[in-house]
């Protein structure tokens, strides 16, 4: 059992909790709230911390839990498609505004569909809800759900073929 120092032992692990949590939620704002949160519970915990094998793999847990529990909470609410995300993935600013310029292409074809399959398409591809969750939630059968993401996804790709072959 070591002597736990927080400010040298687990204010250094703000960064790697932070990409936990962003990857999860794909949020900024929530993923820095889960950060402060965890760092509050770290410290509430501080006293038992010595006890803990991994307190890097604690902390994680910790913020792993927060970041899964604060995206369940939004999974019946619509969640907007970010260009924040895609735009830290691309790596050029030619990139960056392809990527933003598809992300507004799908943001007004999803807005085309009727409501279930809109509905259908952000609960499983924007949330990664599975096809059980989605019945559930929204009160269908399994087999509707993929009826409806089909459709959806069939719509959108071929609203994309469309541009893509003819331009805007």
């Not at 070591?2 to 703000?14: A, M, S």
Request: net charge negative.
């Amino acid at each position: 059992m070591q002597e736990i120092n927080f400010h040298d032992d687990v204010l250094p692990l703000k960064d790697k909790l932070f990409r936990v949590a962003f990857r999860i939620t794909f949020q900024r704002e929530e993923a820095e709230d889960i950060v402060q949160e965890t760092l509050i519970r770290a410290w509430n915990r501080r006293k038992e911390l010595s006890d803990v094998k991994s307190l890097e793999a604690f902390c994680i847990t910790i913020a792993k839990n927060l970041a899964l529990d604060a995206r369940e909470k939004k999974s019946t609410q619509h969640v907007e498609l970010s260009t924040e995300h895609d735009q830290a993935i691309a790596s050029t600013p030619y990139d960056q505004l392809v990527e933003s310029e598809r992300m507004e292409l799908l943001r007004k074809f999803l807005s085309q569909l009727p409501d279930n399959q809109r509905d259908v398409f952000y609960l499983r591809d924007v949330e990664g809800k599975s096809y059980q969750e989605i019945a559930e939630t929204l009160q269908l059968s399994e087999e509707q759900v993929k009826v409806y993401l089909f459709r959806a996804r069939q719509k959108i790709r071929l609203q994309f073929i469309k541009t893509d072959g003819y331009g805007l």
